[in-house]
């Protein structure tokens, strides 16, 4: 898998700053002056030392942005559909330009206006982000007392997660494969992150930083090597999916189970670790 992932990275990467582009362009045409700033963060802009890095349509490109204004109006239905079409002038203007080209990058896009006004909310830190438009604001930052706190309380609130998860996925077939491991990849992503915050005499902005090879190896250096091994499996899988043009049933299924085993192992340790 390793080499896959070496002979394709250059061209992955070139993808990812292409669609970068896009969405500050489409952006921009969409909400003109009422756009605020826009930047991007999480895995597709990190560092991507190994195949767990990066995996095409499995990891997302993250683009938050602001508006001064953030309502869409009374009209609904019109504004769906008018957001629909923001997606398909990416997704053409994408093909456009890079015409051979590995994956359209999965973009997750969110207008986080009233996101920053949940307590719970951890805005990141400048050096996190790659800035496309407009300048990085002043934001307020949680202590790094609370942040672990913040990390801690999300450990625990797996647990109704994994109650749900037999029944959720007896019945998954087909497309609905994807769908379920879909919404488990968000929910695994930060458990590593979120143990290692406290199992660390570190600064949890800076745990939070790393991408997906340094928290495996801070992982292993904490003794949890089901941790890590279970969290790499279903990374590596995903690329097994990927070649597979998403057809292999059985990587699917690994994945979905190694997942099971990273939230499941994320949860135990939060209750040997609850005072």
């Not at 206006?113 to 951890?122: A, G, L």
């Not at 190896?217 to 279970?230: D, F």
Request: overall charge negative; hydrophobic content about 40%; some cysteine.
């Amino acid at each position: 898998m390793i080499h896959k992932f070496l002979e394709m990275r250059d061209q992955l990467r070139l993808e990812v700053t292409t669609a970068l582009d896009i969405w500050n362009e489409v952006l921009l045409e969409e909400f003109g002056s009422n756009l605020n700033y826009v930047y991007s963060k999480g895995s597709a802009v990190k560092e991507w030392d190994s195949s767990i890095d990066y995996v095409p349509m499995i990891s997302d490109i993250d683009v938050h942005f602001t508006l001064y204004d953030y309502k869409h109006g009374a009209n609904l239905s019109k504004a769906v559909a008018s957001s629909l079409k923001v997606g398909l002038r990416y997704e053409e203007n994408f093909k456009e330009r890079i015409a051979l080209h590995h994956h359209v990058p999965r973009p997750q896009v969110m207008c986080i206006n009233s996101f920053m006004e949940d307590e719970q909310w951890v805005n990141p830190k400048e050096k996190e982000v790659i800035m496309l438009y407009g300048q990085f604001p002043d934001y307020a930052y949680h202590s790094e007392t609370s942040l672990r706190t913040i990390d801690f309380n999300n450990l625990l609130e797996i647990g109704p997660i994994l109650k749900r998860l037999y029944w959720t996925s007896i019945d998954r077939v087909g497309y609905e494969l994807w769908s379920l491991m879909r919404n488990l990849t968000w929910k695994i992503g930060p458990v590593p992150a979120r143990i290692l915050t406290h199992e660390l005499n570190e600064n949890p902005y800076t745990i939070w930083s790393w991408n997906r090879s340094t928290l495996v190896e801070k992982l292993q250096s904490v003794n949890l090597n089901q941790l890590a091994k279970s969290y790499s499996n279903f990374y590596n899988e995903g690329w097994q999916l990927y070649l597979s043009n998403f057809n292999d049933i059985a990587s699917n299924h690994s994945m979905i189970t190694a997942a099971t085993e990273v939230l499941d192992l994320g949860y135990k340790w939060a209750l040997e670790n609850k005072k």
